[in-house]
């Protein structure tokens, strides 16, 4: 089966150690793989088979707390980012 390359740019900075459980979560989705986080980019990277993968892999982001750039976020969404990690740095 063919495989095809997703990139997502999201919106909340992630630290090597988020990247972590990021991936993990990510990996949990049926037969998405080579998962790669850049947090330096926050860029995701991963293979995937159908489209609906690419939902998926969005929605998982988005429970975790990293919406994809672009996506506007109302003021009922709650999720915060996995840890204060970065914003303890700044």
């Known amino acids: 089966m063919t495989t095809s390359l997703a990139r997502i740019v999201v919106q909340n900075p992630f630290c090597t150690n988020c990247s972590v459980s990021i991936k ?18 926050a860029l995701v990277v991963f293979n995937f088979n159908r489209a609906n993968q690419i939902s998926e892999v969005l929605n998982t982001l988005m429970n975790l707390g990293y919406p994809p750039e672009g996506d506007r976020i109302t003021q009922t969404y709650t999720n915060k980012p996995l840890c204060g990690c970065l914003e303890i740095s700044n």
């Open 24 to 41: 993990k979560k990510i990996m949990e989705i049926e037969q998405v793989q080579n998962v790669r986080l850049f947090p330096e980019d």
